[in-house]
């Protein structure tokens, strides 16, 4: 028997589907406001609240050069930008981010790092869950993981479930961590589930949608990122959520991840704001960017 065929969306329904899609508020009494320091504060009121992005995800790199640039080892580097991504944590909770994707391990770091960094990486994992955990209860956050977590070392993945078993009744922000992660074996791993999913079924390649592909994503709980910050001053995406993307505001700052702090979350929050999404459609005013921008250099 041959599974029920489902027309594919069209582009416009997509790109409407998207625009449209519901922002998450948290009721003012879940805030925390007043925790921010006085700078955050600064940046915070220039922020259109039910403009808040969805999700943001952070592309975390710059922790070797910030230790090189101090003459100090790379454990160093990596030890800050722990502490770095605890204190964005603590901001996107007390402005009620409701999804925050950090890309703390990639399945090529696991692969072609020296195995003495790639151990310190796995036992600082578990220090920074074990030493956290009364933190992210403080903030209501609820932990999460996608990437090949089961090639992980027994020890680090029994940490990883206590962690996310004890913050599962939260109801704050959605911390996922990306571990032993690649955005292409991401798909690898989705086509092959996919694949077993047709063969089940009994369906033919014509009647699979993106929706299908969505579903076996490890980020199918997931709303797609808003907003993908990158830091260290490089420009690409490095492996990450290739997927999801596809519409997402890019963010670019020099600063190296050890020296980003909840300021900068907010700067680039601001930044997002400032930028008139159009998921391949046309702006406020009718024009497409090609238009926009000749609007803007007749106008010089």
């Known amino acids: 028997m041959r599974g029920h065929v489902r027309p594919p969306a069209s582009r416009e329904e997509r790109s409407q589907a998207l625009s449209k899609r519901r922002i998450i508020l948290y009721p003012a009494a879940t805030l925390r406001i007043h925790e921010l320091s006085p700078e955050e504060r600064a940046v915070y009121a220039t922020l259109k609240p039910e403009r808040l992005p969805q999700h943001v995800a952070i592309i975390m790199d710059g922790n070797g050069r910030w230790a090189g640039n101090r003459s100090l080892k790379r454990?160093?580097?990596?030890?800050?930008?722990?502490?770095?991504?605890?204190?964005?944590?603590?901001?996107?909770?007390?402005?009620?981010?409701?999804w925050l994707t950090l890309y703390a391990f990639s399945l090529e770091n696991n692969l072609r790092r020296p195995k003495s960094e790639v151990n310190f990486l796995m036992r600082?994992?578990?220090?920074?869950?074990?030493?956290?955990?009364?933190?992210?209860?403080?903030?209501?956050?609820?932990?999460?993981?996608?990437?090949?977590?089961?090639?992980?070392?027994?020890?680090?993945?029994?940490?990883?479930?206590?962690?996310?078993?004890?913050?599962?009744?939260?109801?704050?922000?959605?911390?996922?961590?990306?571990?032993n992660y690649g955005g292409r074996s991401e798909l690898v791993d989705a086509f092959r589930s996919l694949a077993t999913e047709m063969k089940h079924k009994h369906l033919s390649a014509d009647q699979i949608t993106e929706e299908d592909i969505n579903r076996h994503l490890y980020t199918a709980h997931i709303p797609d990122p808003d907003l993908l910050i990158r830091t260290s001053g490089e420009m690409r995406i490095s492996n990450f959520l290739m997927w999801q993307i596809a519409y997402s505001e890019i963010f670019f700052t020099e600063r190296l991840w050890p020296d980003f702090r909840g300021i900068h979350l907010l700067e680039a929050i601001a930044a997002f704001q400032r930028r008139e999404r159009r998921f391949g459609g046309l702006g406020e005013r009718g024009e497409t960017s090609d238009e926009a921008e000749q609007v803007k250099i007749a106008a010089r």
């Open 75 to 98: 454990f160093l580097g990596h030890r800050q930008g722990a502490k770095s991504a605890q204190m964005v944590i603590d901001t996107a909770s007390q402005i009620g981010l409701p």
């Open 124 to 179: 600082l994992l578990r220090s920074y869950l074990e030493s956290n955990i009364d933190r992210m209860m403080s903030n209501n956050v609820r932990i999460r993981y996608i990437g090949r977590t089961d090639e992980l070392p027994i020890e680090v993945q029994n940490t990883m479930r206590y962690a996310e078993d004890t913050t599962a009744r939260n109801t704050g922000t959605n911390v996922t961590l990306a571990l």
